[in-house]
């Protein structure tokens, strides 16, 4: 579920995010596979974006949930607790929220 977004690299939001994949770039490996190398007038983006794409990798190897929380929006967290089945664990708590609507006087 990671490698399916861009959105924890830095420059890249939700917007951004949509029009890589409306072009066809949905993963990681998309993104690799479409890219040219190209000397840039404009900075070291493109190569930042790899650096960053390749430390994600390897935290992805890593099972470092840790470099993903920091740097994914937090709506996008999900995407956490789906890659790392085994590491994850949800608690669901049940309560009336102390509303005195709710409370049982009997």
């Known amino acids: 579920m990671l490698?399916?977004?861009f959105q924890?690299?830095?420059g890249v939001g939700e917007k951004t995010e949509r029009?890589?994949?409306?072009?066809g770039v949905v993963s990681w490996e998309d993104f690799d596979s479409r890219r040219?190398?190209?000397?840039?007038?404009?900075?070291p983006e493109e190569e930042s974006n790899l650096s960053q794409l390749s430390d994600s990798r390897k935290a992805l190897l890593?099972?470092?949930a840790d470099f993903f929380a920091r740097s994914l929006p937090k709506p996008e967290h999900y995407r956490i607790a789906l890659s790392f089945?085994?590491?994850?664990?949800?608690l669901?708590?049940?309560?009336t929220g102390l509303s005195q609507y709710y409370i049982d006087y009997s």
């Not at 029009?19 to 072009?23: A, E, Q, R, T």
């Not at 669901?92 to 309560?95: A, C, G, L, M």
């Open 36 to 43: 040219t190398p190209q000397l840039s007038l404009f900075g």
């Open 3 to 5: 490698t399916y977004t």
């Open 85 to 90: 089945p085994s590491k994850t664990l949800f």
């Open 19 to 23: 029009g890589l994949w409306s072009s």
């Open 92 to 95: 669901d708590i049940e309560t």
């Open 62 to 64: 890593d099972e470092d």
């Open 8 to 10: 924890h690299l830095k």
